[in-house]
């Protein structure tokens, strides 16, 4: 009887892993035929969407300034009065300092765009006609060509003038492209309203959002699975919370090293080439080559030897910081070795753009973890070998018997 009973419950399982991997399989067909539309579908959900998942990534990050808000804002008070006020409060506080940063970037940054975009369009007639002067210079062996090209004159106010009727003839199409722009930008203020109102709920609720998911993983999902689910976020938050903590302190470091730098090499635009190259060190590895072709481009209208001089200045600049300054402040950050940074910037660039550069790598950290945490298990379980201790461990293993061997010594002395 317990052998048949055995046995019904043996095909009931196989059934049910058959209809299931059935149902997988009709189900990928279905996709794979119909694939376009299934793209638009979720192209227009991911349109819908993209507020509150805006608003879910505003809130993530303004989350780790105000939880260190939190810790140190009354922390000994739990009652009264001060347990009311302190998570508005910390919120205040957290938009403030974000708003500040911003204002202070843009305040630094823009003043001195103007005005070298000022002094190129003031530089471009002069270089025109150097460049004239060189290419006359160097076609004497040419005298048809260099007599043409001696002859050539423009007049700049004459181009200008053109250039203004042709945007006059054209103005019917520019006040399409116009409004079509503000539509968008409307569309785009409207979107990050939204989410930054979002993000607002979720900062003022995250406790009893934290706690409603509790609630559901545990009364929804078994044992196992909860047990699972809950160390992948606990090792995803870690390492995005990692991440966004290093590579701000980073940035913060290499943009204040840069300005400082500048200032004593007496290099133009300081201030401004130290911000973008701070902002743009937020993606790693390419974003300080980025920052650096911006600020190499805006001191080239001033003296092209200071350009020359600050991309050397910046190699050596980087090299200390990322040998020296990084791994002390910063540390290993997110634990993922160099060629899989790369990959995943270059993988995550080539698919979602610079987010995909800013996301990538939190992202293949968190796999790259929850891989090798696997695979230490799986081959604990086998008996195949000891699992490899981190970097870390090891350091202390190395600083711990250093420490005993000396004390030993000390000892043997007296």
Request: hydrophobic share 50%; proline share 3%; glycine share 6%.
């Amino acid at each position: 009887m317990r052998y048949s009973q055995r046995c019904e419950s043996m095909e009931r399982k196989e059934l049910k892993r058959c209809l299931i991997i059935s149902a997988f399989i009709v189900g990928i067909c279905v996709v794979v035929k119909n694939l376009s539309w299934f793209g638009e579908i979720i192209a227009l959900l991911f349109s819908a969407l993209s507020p509150l998942l805006i608003g879910c990534a505003i809130a993530y990050v303004c989350d780790i300034i105000m939880s260190f808000f939190e810790r140190h804002f009354f922390p000994k008070r739990q009652t009264g009065f001060i347990t009311y006020i302190r998570r508005p409060v910390c919120l205040v506080l957290t938009f403030a300092i974000i708003i500040f940063v911003i204002a202070l970037l843009l305040n630094i940054v823009i003043p001195e765009l103007v005005d070298a975009m000022k002094l190129v369009s003031a530089e471009i007639p002069k270089y025109a006609v150097k460049i004239k002067d060189y290419i006359v210079k160097y076609m004497e062996d040419y005298p048809d060509i260099q007599s043409q090209i001696s002859n050539i004159e423009i007049d700049w106010k004459e181009l200008l003038d053109n250039a203004f009727n042709i945007v006059k003839v054209g103005a019917s199409g520019i006040i399409t492209t116009i409004a079509e722009i503000v539509s968008s930008v409307a569309i785009t203020v409207t979107h990050i309203i939204i989410a930054i109102i979002f993000a607002i709920y979720l900062l003022l609720r995250k406790d009893k959002l934290r706690s409603d998911l509790v609630r559901t993983k545990n009364a929804y999902l078994n044992e196992k699975v909860n047990r699972s689910l809950t160390k992948v976020l606990h090792i995803t938050h870690d390492t995005f919370k990692s991440f966004f903590v290093g590579q701000f302190t980073e940035a913060i470091i290499l943009g204040a090293l840069c300005t400082i730098g500048m200032s004593i090499l007496k290099i133009p635009y300081a201030a401004m080439t130290g911000a973008v190259i701070g902002v743009t060190a937020l993606i790693p590895i390419v974003g300080a080559y980025l920052g650096a072709a911006v600020g190499a481009f805006m001191i080239c209208t001033v003296d092209p030897m200071k350009a020359l001089i600050f991309l050397i200045f910046l190699v050596l600049l980087q090299q200390f910081e990322g040998n020296v300054i990084y791994p002390k402040v910063v540390g290993t950050s997110v634990g993922l070795p160099g060629i899989w940074v790369l990959a995943a910037v270059t993988v995550g660039g080539g698919l979602f753009g610079i987010l995909g550069m800013l996301l990538g790598v939190p992202t293949l950290a968190t796999v790259y973890k929850i891989y090798h945490e696997k695979l230490n298990e799986r081959e604990l379980k086998l008996g195949i070998a000891d699992p490899p201790e981190s970097e870390g461990k090891q350091e202390k293993k190395k600083q711990s018997k250093i420490r005993k061997k000396f004390s030993f010594k000390f000892k043997n002395k007296k």
